[in-house]
């Protein structure tokens, strides 16, 4: 692997940096906002990041400051930042260590952003298990005002943000963006149906944008480093930047690693996780959080860069990593990812809220070795039906790990049901009496 | 009236938001940190804090896992169940804890003390298995582990195993020539 910059994990890692104010002032922290506030134009930071190439760092990828110039700009009234920090993605844990271990770097990153769309307030919509990041979070807001960095009339240029941290209750839906609005208006955290977009319409109908913890934090380097920096790192000129991956599962090092998005899977698996943690080669991984089609040995020398994993079929989705072992039974991976996707469903969609209950039955009946011959035609007209066919993406997401590990595991789900036939076969032993038969028997006793 | 004494942390929560009914998710999680459960009179109660009906309030309650609608233990075991936390031994943490407490998932021990639960996914997939115990995360589990977490938590009602500020790897920790 080439030498290269980390630029989001850096303070973290200097010796004794514990993110505390004085911490980040002194590593030039508040450095970029106090450059841009009433010197830059807004709507320069818009083509700044613009053309940085910086992508949503929670899933989909959007470019962020193409996201920021649908704002109307003159809109008269109040517009909102929202903040996602509802990390909920299983295999994705790098926004906790980002809130954690250096929280004033999002809080910059946020004030920069609010100020380049016209935001006066901001809200961090934090997952409700996550309460040091929150306490953290809190305490750094009331570090940050108290030095000036947020408030009314920041360093005197006029500019007014807010932060708020609004903690979240527990439902891995409220990581879209328009179910995290709907949640932080006090209701159930239903994806809303599109358009209209949060751009003109999103908190309380107020232009909104809502964007990723880490895409956030990327913002005051963008600023500091100038947007030709940032773009030349990566895989320019659609992927930029580096990313922070978390990788888990069965590798020797777990963890969160950045890396630049050009790196390869094998870099990060096998270089820095350390490789597979036992004997046991590698069976499987997930590239982008359980929203993503499985992958196999054969995809490791993928870079991890959006378009590069799309084109393996699959998606760079949160950038969480999870390796699977050989020995690994891929009906029970999507099994137990089909079970969290069925527990966290919202019910607004069909589709979803049925399909994943039916997929869950019946891989557990294939597990249960019950299985039966026409069951995999079945979970793949299921799927069909599902994908493309709700209001999120979380249709498309629960469908993944189904029709990933059916396409490349599809003799295992077979071996399952063959079992299951052999076992019916063994059960016929015991005669099965037509009814002619048995009023035959029944006569033959009286 | 459970909110009485909050009356300045509730203006507060009020005061970040320009519609009522967005403080509605703080107030629940209040009410449930003062008495452990979101009771119907504390649902009530918000209602007429936040100008909406008692269906309104109950409608968004039963939408979040977090909420709990009924009486629980004083210490809330949430072990996750997550397939990165099943790959590295979360199973055999959750039948072990099943033995050791002697009540099922989403039972409460007779004394009280103790409710078993499983939940999804808690973002801490690198440091499985993990669990939350109410407030703190305690991750990279070991059933020799869980049972001094535990003995602990009875003693003394807190434990220095909860995770701290997260990161891993650590500085220094794994650190691989780039």
């Known amino acids: ?446 | 009236m459970i909110f009485d004494k909050h009356q300045e942390t509730v203006d507060e929560i009020l005061g970040r938001y320009p519609v009522r009914r967005s403080a509605l998710l703080p107030l629940l999680n209040l009410a449930q940190k003062e008495e452990g459960y979101v009771s119907q009179a504390a649902m009530r109660e918000i209602a007429g804090i936040l100008d909406l009906t008692p269906p309104q309030v109950f409608e968004t309650a039963t939408f979040y896992t977090m909420l709990n609608l009924k009486p629980i233990g004083k210490f809330h075991i949430q072990v996750c169940r997550s397939l990165m936390c099943a790959l590295v031994g979360a199973d055999p943490l959750i039948e072990w804890l099943h033995k050791h407490l002697g009540v099922g998932v989403g039972q409460t021990t007779g004394d009280k003390l103790f409710t078993l639960s499983t939940v999804e996914c808690l973002g801490s997939c690198g440091t499985g298995p993990m669990m939350q115990i109410n407030d703190d995360y305690y991750e990279r589990l070991t059933e020799e582990k869980v049972g001094l977490i535990l003995r602990d938590l009875r003693e003394s009602g807190d434990c220095p195993m909860k995770s701290g500020p997260f990161m891993v790897p650590e500085r220094g920790e794994g650190v691989v020539s780039q």
């Not at chain 1, 996602?84 to 004033?104: I, V, Y």
């Not at chain 1, 997930?286 to 054969?298: E, H, K, M, R, V």
Request: hydrophobic share 35%; net charge neutral.
């Open chain 1, 1 to 446: 692997m080439k030498t290269f910059d980390k630029i989001l994990l850096t303070n973290m890692e200097r010796p004794g940096y514990t993110g505390s104010l004085p911490d980040y002032e002194g590593t030039g922290g508040y450095k970029a906002l106090k450059t841009v506030l009433g010197n830059v134009p807004p709507n320069d930071i818009i083509e700044m990041v613009k053309k940085s190439g910086l992508r949503g760092r929670g899933g989909a990828g959007f470019p962020t400051g193409v996201k920021w110039g649908f704002i109307p700009k003159d809109h008269p009234g109040p517009k909102y930042l929202c903040c996602n920090a509802d990390e909920s993605e299983p295999g994705t844990f790098k926004d906790r260590q980002l809130m954690e271990r250096n929280p004033h770097q999002i809080l910059e990153g946020i004030a920069i952003s609010c100020y380049a769309i016209g935001a006066q307030t901001a809200y961090i919509y934090i997952r409700g298990e996550f309460r040091l990041a929150t306490k953290i979070l809190e305490r750094a807001i009331t570090e940050a005002y108290q030095a000036g960095h947020l408030g009314s009339d920041i360093y005197g240029s006029g500019v007014t943000v807010y932060v708020y941290v609004h903690v979240g209750a527990g439902a891995y839906i409220c990581g879209e963006e328009t179910a995290l609005l709907e949640s932080l208006e006090g209701k159930r955290g239903k994806p809303r149906t599109k358009p209209p977009f949060p751009a003109t319409h999103g908190l309380y109908q107020k232009p909104t944008v809502v964007n990723n913890v880490e895409t956030l934090a990327n913002v005051p380097h963008i600023v500091n480093r100038g947007s030709e920096w940032f773009a030349s790192i990566g895989a320019p000129p659609k992927s930029t930047g580096t990313r922070v991956f978390c990788l888990s599962g069965h590798v020797k090092r777990p963890g969160n690693y950045e890396l630049p998005v050009n790196a390869t899977f094998r870099d990060l698996i096998y270089e820095l996780g350390g490789g597979m943690r036992s004997d046991k080669p590698l069976k499987a991984f997930i590239p982008g959080g359980a929203s993503a089609p499985f992958l196999t040995p054969d995809h490791v020398d993928v870079q991890l860069d959006f378009e590069s994993v799309a084109l393996a079929g699959s998606m760079s989705g949160s950038g969480g990593i999870t390796v699977m072992e050989e020995g690994t039974s891929m009906v029970w991976a999507a099994f137990r990812l089909m079970e969290f996707f069925y527990h966290e469903s919202c019910g607004k969609c069909t589709p979803c809220r049925e399909g994943s209950a039916w997929i869950v039955q019946i891989l557990q009946r294939i597990l249960n070795k019950q299985g039966r011959p026409e069951d995999l035609r079945t979970l793949a007209e299921i799927c069909e039906n599902i994908g493309g066919r709700t209001v999120c993406a979380f249709g498309d997401a629960e469908i993944a790990p189904v029709q990933s590990t059916l396409k490349y595991w599809r003799a295992e789900y077979e071996v399952l049901i063959e079992e299951a036939e052999a076992l019916k076969v063994s059960r016929k032993e015991i005669p099965v009496l037509s009814v002619a038969q048995a009023r035959e028997v029944e006569g033959s006793l009286s």
